[in-house]
T-cell receptor, first 116, second 113 residues
Framework: ETGVTQTPRHLVMGMTNKKSLKCEQH?????MYWYKQSAKKPLELMFV???????ENNSVPSRFSPECPNSSHLFLHLHTLQPEDSALYLC???????????????FGPGTRLTVL | QKEVEQDPGPLSVPEGAIVSLNCTYS??????FMWYRQYSRKGPELLMY????GNKEDGRFTAQVDKSSKYISLFIRDSQPSDSATYLC?????????????FGPGTSLSVIP
């Protein structure tokens, strides 16, 4: 496997379910990100981890819970979601050298989430 | 007024055409400007990164920033069918501030052979 992988690629869940999205990066990077991409809306940064510590939590509802057990893996735990949470969830990684804009982020293919 | 505006398209051009993709923004503090390309069912990939005003060229792609007009552009010369994708502009104010990255909604481009 190369680059950034995400599983599952598609997920359908009910509002009472609990599920988790998984991201794995094979690039040796030390920073990982979760983004939400809704149809016809801009990409929204949700969480940033640098060196396995959360450095940014962008006012995301508590029904989304990130976890970064090591520098290669990132999870997004989901519970009691709403239909408006249906979107493409993208994971990205970068080599954090202290500058968010000089560090190229490499994105995974995303998980297409549908909440019924 | 939205912080970053981008014509959603879709934009359809014949192969070989010059394509101009544009974003306008309202926050004069933005200093870092990026263009991403996103193919269908893929994540975005960084195409161009520029700082402050001016032009930057990379192969068939030219990024242009006009801070006085709060306007950025991406030009694609000799467009190819493989350029068909959604193009996202993104910008930020502070080099180390992750939460200041603001993305445009994207412009869908289709290059017809």
């Amino acid at each position: 496997e190369t680059g950034v992988t995400q599983t599952p690629r598609h997920l359908v869940m009910g509002m009472t379910n609990k599920k988790s999205l998984k991201c794995e990066q094979h690039l040796g990077h030390n920073a990982m990100y979760w983004y939400k991409q809704s149809a016809k809306k801009p990409l929204e940064l949700m969480f940033v981890y640098s060196l396995e510590e959360r450095v940014e939590n962008n006012s995301v509802p508590s029904r989304f819970s990130p976890e970064c057990p090591n520098s290669s893996h990132l999870f997004l735990h989901l519970h009691t979601l709403q239909p408006e949470d249906s979107a493409l969830y993208l994971c990205a990684s970068s080599q954090d050298q202290g500058g968010a804009f000089t560090d190229t982020q490499y994105f995974g293919p995303g998980t297409r989430l549908t909440v019924l | 007024q939205k912080e970053v505006e981008q014509d959603p398209g879709p934009l359809s051009v014949p192969e070989g055409a010059i394509v101009s993709l544009n974003c306008t923004y309202s926050n004069s503090a933005f200093q870092y400007f990026m263009w991403y390309r996103q193919y269908s069912r893929k994540g975005p990939e960084l195409l161009m990164y520029t700082y402050s005003s001016g032009n930057k060229e990379d192969g068939r792609f030219t990024a242009q920033v006009d801070k006085s007009s709060k306007y950025i552009s991406l030009f694609i010369r000799d467009s190819q069918p493989s350029d068909s994708a959604t193009y996202l502009c993104a910008m930020g104010a502070m080099k180390t501030s992750y939460d200041k990255v603001i993305f445009g909604p994207g412009t869908s481009l289709s290059v017809i052979p």
